[in-house]
T-cell receptor, first 111, second 114 residues
Framework: KQEVTQIPAALSVPEGENLVLNCSFT??????LQWFRQDPGKGLTSLLL?????REQTSGRLNASLDKSSGRSTLYIAASQPGDSATYLC??????????FGKGITLSVRP | NAGVTQTPKFRVLKTGQSMTLLCAQD?????MYWYRQDPGMGLRLIHY???????AKGEVPDGYNVSRLKKQNFLLGLESAAPSQTSVYFC?????????????FGDGTRLSIL
């Protein structure tokens, strides 16, 4: 059974800092690894998807990497802004595109 | 440009009552999913469907039933609501067999069982 872990559960940083959010998974037989953002009281917004054959994906200030052999993915946020404050979830995709989610990291960026 | 729409957005039920949550998608996606999100537990898959007329159990299916009579709709039913089913329910959809496209999520249904 796939298990996805995100540590720490919460993170507070000053504006402008570069930061890394970590995600680990136990079963390397994944189709892809996805990162989502969730704002309070809202649904999930897809940020980045890394296919199992890829090493990283970039979108603006966000860069996500994937190391299947070690069961790890990281989300790098450059020059953080208060608007980046949200909960970030990673999810591993298995058969039938079913997602197994981590519990999320709640990020607070202080002005 | 609706994407995934969930109805209702909020609901309060009494223990033992029944209700149906509706999910509708306009992207012609084959696959649809129901998740529940609880504090400290993350999102967990309840049931899913890989096509019209098909359904399958996820990680936490007990106490729920689903139906996929039309491709664009996926219904989640609670036959006899229990306080343990108080949660935020999310519906999602994705194209079939795709490993390159992310799932699309609705905004959620916040359900309280008293």
């Amino acid at each position: 059974k796939q298990e996805v872990t995100q540590i720490p559960a919460a993170l507070s940083v000053p504006e402008g800092e570069n930061l890394v959010l970590n995600c680990s998974f136990t079963d390397s037989a994944i189709y892809n690894l996805q990162w989502f953002r969730q704002d309070p009281g809202k649904g999930l917004t897809s940020l980045l998807l890394i296919q199992s054959s890829q090493r990283e994906q970039t979108s603006g200030r966000l860069n996500a990497s994937l190391d299947k052999s070690s069961g790890r993915s990281t989300l790098y946020i450059a020059a953080s802004q208060p608007g980046d404050s949200a909960t970030y979830l990673c999810a591993a995709t298995g058969a039938n595109s079913k997602l197994t989610f981590g519990k999320g990291i709640t990020l607070s960026v202080r002005p | 440009n609706a994407g995934v729409t969930q109805t209702p957005k909020f609901r309060v039920l009494k223990t033992g009552q029944s209700m149906t949550l509706l999910c509708a998608q306009d992207m012609n996606h084959e696959y649809m999913y129901w998740y529940r999100q609880d504090p400290g537990m993350g999102l967990r898959l309840i049931h899913y469907s890989v096509g019209e007329g098909t359904t399958a159990k996820g990680e936490v299916p007990d106490g729920y039933n689903v139906s996929r009579l039309k491709k664009q709709n996926f219904l989640l039913g609670l036959e006899s609501a229990a306080p343990s089913q108080t949660s935020v329910y999310f519906c999602a959809s994705s194209p079939p067999g795709q490993t390159t496209k992310p799932q699309h999520f609705g905004d959620g249904t916040r359900l309280s069982i008293l």
